[in-house]
Structures are given as C-alpha cells and as structure tokens.
C-alpha cells in the first residue's frame, strides 16, 4: 500500500545520523515489505494494534544507507546477520549452509511470494512485531541475541526473543536500532523441526512451533503465531510428547485474529508441540521432518 503520509526519506550517512531522525518521529526502513502491507501503521512500522491511535508516518530512515555486512563469522564461529540482510541473502549465504533446511523451512510459514523474499529483512520481520512473524520463531529457536544499538552510542544485547513483547510492539526504546542478530556457535550442529498450522492451506499462521535439540540432549519449544508474542520452552531432556502438549496448551495468553480462535490455536498448538519432539527425537543420523504443512487436528 502507498505511504501517502510520509514526506522525507532520510539517507543516514553515520549511525548518528539514523539515531536522530529516530528520535524526531521517523521510522526504521529495510526492505519496506512491512511498512507497505499494511494500512494503518504503528510508529515502528507495525500494524498498530486495535483501539491504538498512532501518530501519522511522516518519515522514513533507509538503513541500507549504513552499508552494514549481510552475514559475518564471530570469532566464536557463531553468526552475525545484519538486520537489514533480506530473508533471500540469509539463505544463500555461504556462512549459512548448515542452517540453510531449517532457516528455509522456517522462513517459508511466511505469507510472502519469492519476490518477498528478496526485499523482506530478516530483522524487519522481528520490529515488525507481528504474531505470525517467522522470521521471529527462526531467531528464537536458534537461540539467537539481538545486538541494539543506543542513540548514546552504546550496544546492548537480549535474547532475541525478548524483542517482540506483543502484536506490534517490541521491546526497542525510541531512537534504538536493531543492529543484527547473534547465532550461536554450535547452532549448526542441533537438530530442528517445524510444525504449522492456518485455516486454510495458504494463509497466514495460526499456529507455529518450532523446535531444537542440541547435541547434549536439551530440548528447546518455540511458540509464535497463536500466541501475541515468543514463549520459549526449554527441558534438560527431551519430554514425552504428551508432556510438550500440556507445557504448550498451559501457556496463559492465545492471541486472537481473524486467524484463527484461541481456543482453536491453543489445541492445535498442542498437537504441532507433540510432533516437533517426535520429530526432533527420530533415528540417530537422520534429519527430522521440518515440513510447515498442516497437521492432523485430532
């Protein structure tokens, strides 16, 4: 849709020039693929929640402007993904390879064609704050840490989950800016599955768990979509099936949309955490089946 409110588009040439036009009002622009598909937006580029007035969008802050690498290698041998690299970049980067069967299954509960992809960022779709953010679960489930810049100067760091507090808020305070994302290390060497559930076969996520088992036996549960924001379940060792069904289904907060009835995401929430771990626990030296199709509602 056409930003027929926004009149200046600001080319930061320094990080302090994107912090003050932060602070003046304006907001974060990446790939854009958020702020043009929705009508009515929140100043950090969100839908704004219903009842919610928000002030006008009158500017927009072009990040690629600040020229940051799409994928660097830490000297830990984890990841750092700018959040300005597009969904499409992550993918095919070298540096991701390993990733690159859950990182695509993941990506793909999106609602979102190829040509998304190639201008969708991945750290646009965490600010974007919405419930059915895949882009969210992926971090999430990595165990990825979100680096942000302050308009002081200063870096801080959270759990990525921790960014996304519900549907189109985030934990940024004004003038901050989502640098990248951290991936741990040892990321590569986990397992992954992914389970999805909408209404209908090509919509938008109803329900999304997600799931990881790192090679010393824990167990990890990502919820997003039928819930307003990241619940993040970890064992020491994987649960019975049955025991990841409760966990999910004990979660206190459904998120309600035409996507989908909380109760119907609390059920079906359920159903996806039970396969996930049956996924995550199949024969040793075989991949899970991370498929984002729908499930058997039983």
């Not at 040892?186 to 090679?215: F, I, K, Q, W």
Request: hydrophobic residues 40%.
């Amino acid at each position: 849709m056409d930003l027929v409110t926004v009149t200046e588009l600001h080319r930061p040439r320094t990080r302090d020039d994107a912090h003050r036009a932060l602070l003046a009002g304006a907001a974060p622009l990446a790939g854009g693929t958020a702020l043009h598909g929705e009508a009515h937006l929140h100043p950090a580029g969100a839908a704004a929640p219903p009842g919610e007035n928000t002030p006008a969008l009158t500017g927009l802050v072009d990040l690629l402007d600040l020229g940051w690498p799409d994928v660097e290698e830490l000297p830990d041998g984890g990841l750092r993904v700018a959040a300005t690299a597009s969904l499409r970049t992550v993918l095919d980067h070298p540096l991701t390879a390993e990733l690159r069967p859950f990182l695509h299954d993941a990506f793909s509960c999106l609602l979102a064609s190829w040509k998304i992809w190639a201008r969708a960022t991945w750290g646009g779709n965490l600010c974007a704050a919405l419930p059915a953010g895949a882009g969210t679960a992926a971090a999430c489930t990595l165990g990825a840490t979100a680096e942000i810049w302050t308009p002081d100067g200063g870096t801080r760091t959270i759990p990525a989950a921790d960014v996304v507090t519900g549907p189109g808020h985030t934990s940024l305070a004004p003038g901050e800016i989502l640098r990248a994302l951290h991936i741990p290390a040892g990321a590569g060497r986990a397992r992954y599955a992914v389970r999805r559930h909408s209404l209908v076969p090509s919509g938008r996520s109803g329900s999304l768990v997600t799931g990881r088992l790192d090679p010393d036996g824990s167990c990890t549960l990502v919820v997003t979509a039928a819930v307003p924001a990241p619940q993040v379940l970890e064992w020491a060792t994987p649960p019975p099936p049955e025991v990841a069904a409760a966990a999910v289904r004990d979660l206190r907060h459904w998120h309600d949309d035409p996507q989908g009835h909380p109760s119907w995401r609390r059920h079906v929430a359920g159903i996806a955490a039970a396969a996930v771990v049956v996924d995550l626990c199949g024969e040793p030296g075989t991949q899970p089946s991370t498929h984002p199709g729908q499930e058997e509602e039983r």
